[in-house]
Each structure stands twice: as structure tokens, then as C-alpha cells.
């Protein structure tokens, strides 16, 4: 037989509630009223002169296997970057720079010099030509949720053209 704890107060009831309400009703998040975008929204009213009410927009997004529950930053707050990222794209330019400079001489040796895998360094390398605002975006944190850095590393062949890019890598930068 489960263990039974403290039945839940009034509170989480009506939030459990109201969660499950709207989860169903929205299908892929939770939704205040049809019409208005995704968003979770808590209250209280204790009589009407202190009432509080919460509205933040939210959705749900995929990334990888993975999904995310995003919320709507105000646009001038800053989000954390994704350190994963930034390290690729150090790597990427760092290993360019070396084989223009004649540091190194082919992948092998690239490979060798950083104790990497051939495999890895060749799966790398394109990324040193992304569009620059999609590596200002990365550097900002504001890159798609949906861009990993394993999704960026399979990519297979980098399109030369920089539209081609955000298309295929689904940002909306300009």
C-alpha cells in the first residue's frame, strides 16, 4: 500500500488544477485563454485591494532528446551562454588560425597536437565559418534552445551561404 503524507492543501490542489486544465487544453504548453500566447499564470486575492497576479509566457521547446520549458525573458535581461558552445567555436577558430599559420599541416597533426580525435577536428572545422551573427548569438546566449552542440557537429556538410546557414541551423537572426 503507498505511504500517504499530508493531503495537499487548497492551494496546490487549485494549482494542480489549474496545470492539468491547462495542459490539456494547450496540447504543447499551458495557455491563459485561446488567443493569447502560451504562459503560466499564478495568483492570489485576498479581497480586492491585494490581489498579485504573475503572467509569464512560456514554451515548450525541443532540444535534442530533451524537451524545455522556456520562459520569456524581458529582452534586456542577459541569459547564461551555453559554455559547450563557446568552446567549439574557440576550438573551430583556434585550429583554423593554426593551419593558415602554418602551425600545423593537416588534420592529423592538428588532431595529434590537441589530443583529439581526426574525426572530431574534421567535424569542427566548419564551424570556424559560421555567419557572424549567428557566433554573435552564441557568445551573447542568444542562440535558438534547439542548437546544440552535438546537433552542430553532425550538421554533415556547413552551406557556404550564410541565409543557407540560419535556415538549416533554424535561427532568425538578421
Keep these: 500500500m503507498p505511504k500517504r503524507g499530508r493531503p495537499p492543501s487548497h492551494q496546490q490542489r487549485r494549482w494542480r488544477r489549474t496545470c492539468s486544465a491547462k495542459t490539456q487544453s494547450a496540447g504543447k504548453g499551458w495557455s491563459v485563454a485561446s488567443g493569447q500566447k502560451p504562459a503560466i499564470g499564478v495568483g492570489s486575492s485576498r479581497g480586492a485591494d491585494r490581489s498579485t497576479r504573475f503572467l509569464i509566457p512560456i514554451e515548450l521547446k525541443r532540444r535534442g532528446v530533451e524537451a524545455k520549458l522556456v520562459m520569456q525573458a524581458r529582452s534586456g535581461s542577459p541569459t547564461p551562454r551555453d559554455a559547450k558552445l563557446v568552446s567549439l567555436l574557440a576550438d573551430a577558430q583556434r585550429w583554423i588560425d593554426d593551419l593558415g599559420q602554418g602551425r600545423a599541416v593537416s588534420l592529423r597533426h592538428l588532431a595529434r ?23 554573435a548569438a552564441i557568445l551573447h546566449g542568444r542562440q535558438a534552445i534547439e542548437l546544440t552542440p552535438r546537433q552542430l557537429l553532425r550538421i554533415g556538410t556547413m552551406p557556404h551561404r550564410w541565409a543557407d546557414q540560419r535556415r538549416r541551423l533554424g535561427c532568425q537572426y538578421s
Design 113 to 135: 597536437q590537441y589530443k583529439r580525435d581526426v574525426g572530431e577536428v574534421s567535424r569542427t572545422l566548419p564551424i570556424a565559418f559560421l555567419a557572424p551573427d549567428i557566433v
